[in-house]
C-alpha cells in the first residue's frame, strides 16, 4: 500500500502574512522603479503625475476614488525618502489586500506563486472551509514537489529528501486572497528561488506532456518532464488542485528587486489544468511509482526499533539513518543472527553499518538484500549523544505512530 506524498509530511507552517519577524522597509533603501512594478503587478493604476520627476498611483477597486500615492521617479530628487515614506505609511494603513501584498515584497524581495480554482456551485467571491483547505494543502504539496526537484530529478521521491525539501519552505509567507479561491506564496529570493525556477520549468512540461499525450496517444512526454522537474509528487499536487474544480491555474512573477532569472521568460503565463487532464496526470503518477529504481546504498543508522513473531528466528529492525541514504528511516529484515548483532548495537548505543538496495516499493523506506549488519565503534561522547537522542524516542519495542501496514510481528522475541 503506497501512501499519499502528504502523508507523515511535516513541512513547516506558511507564516501568517504579518511582519512578525521582519523589520518594516527601509525608505532610504528602497528603488522607486521596485515599488512602481510592484504597484503595477498588484493592480495599482499609474494616473499621471510630473513625467521623468513623479508618478501617482492609485488603488484597484473603491478605494481608488480615496486615496493615492506620489512616488518620484528615481532617488536623484531630494525629497525621495519623505515621499516613499509617505507612500509605506499610507500602505501599512489601507485596507486593500493589494496593499498588503506589495508591502510584503518589499519587506522580503519574493518572487510569487499564485494559484486560483474555479469552485462550481458556490456564490461569488466566496469558497467552502473544505475548498480553503484543498487549496491550502495543494499549494503546499506543489512547493514540496519544486523543493524536491531542487534536490535531484527523480520520478519518484517517496520517503527521500522529504525533510530537506520540507526544511526549505521554512521561510516562505503566505496570503489568501477575499473569497477562498485564490492563494499567493511569496518565495524569498535569497533561499527560494531555486524552488521557484524548478517549479515553474515543471509546471511547464507537465502540461505540454499532457498536451502530447492528448493529440498523440504518447506518455513519452512525461518520461522527458521529469529532468523539467516532473515527478509522481508534482502531478498529485495538480491533482489535487484541479479535483473538485471547473479548472485550475499557476502563475508565477520574479522578483522586480532581483531581476528574472537566467533561462526564464520575464513572466511566466498561467499555466492552466482542467478536469479533463486528471487521467494522463493519474496515469503519469502511477507510471513514475512503477518506473523509479531501486537504489543501491551504503548507509550507517542506529537502531530504533525491533520486533519478530517469536523468541527465536528472523525480525524486522527499524534503523534511524545517519548517513549512505537521503531518506529519515529503513525498515530491514534481518536473519536470527544479524537480528541478534542489530539488538546488541542497540544495548550498546552503537550504529551498525550495512548494505542493500532501497526499495521503490512502500516509498523508499525498505532495506532489501541487506547484507549482515557490522556494529561502527564510535568514540564515548558519540556514543552518549546517540544514547540520549535514543531516549528521547520510543524504545525499541514500542509501537510508532508511523509503522507501515503489513509489518507483522509482535515484540522482539
Known amino acids: 500500500m503506497h501512501r499519499s506524498f502528504d502523508e507523515h509530511a511535516e513541512p513547516p507552517g506558511p507564516h501568517p502574512l504579518s511582519w512578525t519577524g521582519h523589520a518594516e522597509p527601509d525608505p532610504s533603501q528602497v528603488d522607486p522603479a521596485v515599488l512602481g512594478a510592484l504597484l503595477h503587478r498588484h493592480g495599482w493604476s499609474r494616473r499621471g503625475g510630473s513625467a521623468g520627476h513623479y508618478s501617482r498611483w492609485t ?22 525618502d519623505d515621499l516613499i515614506q509617505e507612500a509605506l505609511t499610507a500602505l501599512a494603513r489601507s485596507a486593500t489586500p493589494a496593499a498588503r501584498e506589495v508591502l510584503v515584497s518589499l519587506t522580503v524581495p519574493s518572487d510569487e506563486i499564485r494559484w486560483w480554482r474555479d469552485i462550481p456551485h458556490e456564490p461569488e467571491g466566496t469558497a467552502s472551509w473544505t475548498a480553503q483547505e484543498q487549496l491550502r494543502s495543494a ?14 530529478r527523480a520520478g519518484y521521491y517517496g520517503a527521500r529528501h522529504r525533510r530537506a525539501a520540507a526544511a526549505g519552505l521554512a521561510g516562505v509567507l503566505v496570503g489568501p486572497a477575499p473569497g477562498g479561491r485564490s492563494l499567493t506564496a511569496f518565495v524569498p529570493v535569497r533561499t527560494g528561488r531555486a524552488l521557484a525556477v524548478r517549479l515553474s520549468h515543471a509546471l511547464l512540461a507537465a502540461r505540454e506532456a499532457i498536451d502530447y499525450q492528448r493529440a498523440a496517444g504518447g506518455t513519452e512526454a512525461f518520461d522527458a518532464a521529469v529532468r523539467a522537474g516532473v515527478s509522481r509528487e508534482l502531478t498529485e499536487a495538480v491533482v489535487a488542485l484541479v479535483r473538485g474544480t471547473e479548472g485550475a491555474r499557476i502563475a508565477l512573477e520574479w522578483s522586480p ?6 533561462g526564464c521568460g520575464a513572466r511566466m503565463e498561467p499555466v492552466e489544468f482542467s478536469a479533463g487532464d486528471l487521467p494522463a496526470l493519474r496515469a503519469a503518477g502511477a507510471r513514475y511509482l512503477r518506473d523509479e529504481p531501486s537504489v543501491p546504498v551504503r548507509l550507517t543508522g542506529t537502531v530504533v526499533r525491533m520486533r519478530r513473531s517469536g523468541p527465536a528466528g528472523p525480525g524486522t529492525v527499524r534503523l534511524r539513518v545517519l548517513a549512505g541514504a537521503d531518506v529519515p528511516h529503513v525498515r530491514v529484515v534481518l536473519d536470527e543472527e544479524a537480528y541478534r548483532t542489530a539488538g546488541r548495537a542497540h544495548l550498546d548505543g552503537l550504529p551498525v553499518r550495512l548494505a542493500g538496495r532501497l526499495e521503490s516499493r512502500g516509498g523508499f ?22 544514547m540520549k537522542s535514543l531516549g ?22
Open 59 to 80: 488603488p484597484p477597486g473603491p478605494a481608488a476614488a480615496a486615496a493615492s500615492l506620489l512616488l518620484p521617479e528615481t532617488r536623484a530628487f531630494p525629497d525621495c
Open 139 to 152: 499549494a503546499r504539496q506543489m512547493l514540496l514537489a519544486g523543493a524536491l526537484a531542487v534536490r535531484g
Open 392 to 413: 528521547q524516542g520510543p524504545g525499541p519495542w514500542a509501537e510508532t505512530a508511523d509503522d507501515e501496514p503489513g509489518d507483522g510481528g509482535a515484540g522482539p522475541g
Open 257 to 262: 528587486a532581483a531581476g528574472v532569472p537566467r
Open 365 to 386: 523506506r525498505r532495506l532489501t538484500g541487506a547484507t549482515p549488519p557490522v556494529v561502527v565503534q564510535v568514540d564515548e561522547a558519540e556514543r552518549d549523544r546517540l
